[in-house]
């Protein structure tokens, strides 16, 4: 059984940096698709970034230059550096593995960009 807990949200002023961290376990992240995902309130869920098995990364056109997925595969976690945050990036994070058509979702941690 796949599981995915998400870390590191926080309330940030905008300009400023958060890491957020995912772990796996049931999976090895290095084989799957792994990405982060948010939704703002109101709004429908959206593709922040993702990386590949063979570490091939795709960025949202809003946070491409700031943002930066990453992944650790001795210790099975997948990473978000958010850098110069901006107050539209509000919203709740999630973490999502897949694999074929095996899709599994993590149960979100909170951002809030303001001042």
């Known amino acids: 059984q796949v599981q995915l807990v998400e870390s590191g949200g926080g309330s940030v002023q905008p300009g400023g940096s958060l890491k957020l961290s995912c772990a796996a376990a049931?999976?090895?992240?290095?084989?799957?698709?792994m990405g982060w995902y948010r939704q703002a309130p109101g709004k429908q869920r959206e593709l922040v970034a993702t990386?590949?098995?063979?570490?091939?990364?795709m960025y949202a056109d809003s946070v491409k230059g700031r943002f930066t997925i990453s992944r650790d595969n001795a210790k099975n976690m997948v990473y978000l550096q958010m850098n110069s945050l901006k107050p539209e990036a509000t919203a709740v994070y999630y973490c999502?593995?897949?694999?074929?058509?095996?899709?599994?979702w993590g149960p979100g941690t909170q951002v809030t960009v303001s001042s």
């Open positions: 999502r593995s897949q694999l074929l058509l095996h899709l599994a």
């Open positions: 049931g999976i090895n992240v290095s084989r799957y698709i």
């Open positions: 990386i590949n098995s063979g570490g091939s990364t």
